[in-house]
T-cell receptor, first 110, second 113 residues
Framework: GQNIDQPTEMTATEGAIVQINCTYQ??????LFWYQQHAGEAPTFLSY????GLEEKGRFSSFLSRSKGYSYLLLKELQMKDSASYLC???????????FGSGTRLLVRP | DADVTQTPRNRITKTGKRIMLECSQT?????MYWYRQDPGLGLQLIYY???????NKGEISDGYSVSRQAQAKFSLSLESAIPNQTALYFC????????????FGPGTRLLVL
């Protein structure tokens, strides 16, 4: 079956760095996405990894290890507006469907 | 203007009623999706469509039906709503030329009494 695991909640301090982990067990892996979702709003795209390594985009970076079935999202210089849920999603097979994890709710405190 | 729009944004209905949720997009994407999200759970795929003539069931299609009226429009129907269909519903689109990144509409909050 398909399984994606993320921590349920994390807390961090404004200005700090936080790493949100995602592990997956899926068939036909075809890329991994990270989305940000503020409460009651639509998920918005943050990053995409299909090859091993680190992708950097401003304050956000995402890492992938396909052999370990592991990814992380790194958020630097945290701001209060970064308080949101972060969804890990894996693209599987030739159908290009996304399988979503339950999300990690991040609370940034002053 | 938003690229992916959903109507209505909020809806309250009664058990047994038929309702339709609509999604429109101006992104020119062929692929469209319907998801539901329950509190504390991830997004679950209901139906997806790769073009007007290609519609596929997702993980949780029972109790739902869809219609792809045009490339830009994809509607989700609940034939006879039940309380456990109370959820937040999202439409999304993607383009294989864009790496299949999915872009989401603002969501429809549905309450079935």
């Amino acid at each position: 079956g398909q399984n994606i695991d993320q921590p349920t909640e994390m807390t961090a301090t404004e200005g700090a760095i936080v790493q949100i982990n995602c592990t997956y067990q899926t068939s036909g892996f075809n890329g991994l996405f990270w989305y940000q979702q503020h409460a009651g709003e639509a998920p918005t795209f943050l990053s995409y990894n299909v090859l091993d390594g680190l992708e950097e985009k401003g304050r956000f970076s995402s890492f992938l290890s396909r052999s370990k079935g592991y990814s992380y999202l790194l958020l630097k210089e945290l701001q209060m507006k970064d308080s949101a849920s972060y969804l890990c999603a894996v693209r599987v097979g030739s159908s290009y469907k996304l399988i979503f994890g339950s999300g990690t709710r991040l609370l940034v405190r002053p | 203007d938003a690229d992916v729009t959903q109507t209505p944004r909020n809806r309250i209905t009664k058990t047994g009623k038929r309702i339709m949720l609509e999604c429109s997009q101006t992104k020119g994407h062929d692929r469209m999706y319907w998801y539901r999200q329950d509190p504390g759970l991830g997004l679950q795929l209901i139906y997806y469509s790769f073009d007007v003539k290609d519609i596929n069931k997702g993980e949780i299609s029972d109790g739902y039906s869809v219609s792809r009226q045009a490339q830009a429009k994809f509607s989700l129907s609940l034939e006879s709503a039940i309380p456990n269909q109370t959820a937040l519903y999202f439409c999304a689109t993607s383009d294989p030329r864009g790496g299949e990144t999915q872009y989401f509409g603002p969501g429809t909050r549905l309450l079935v009494l």
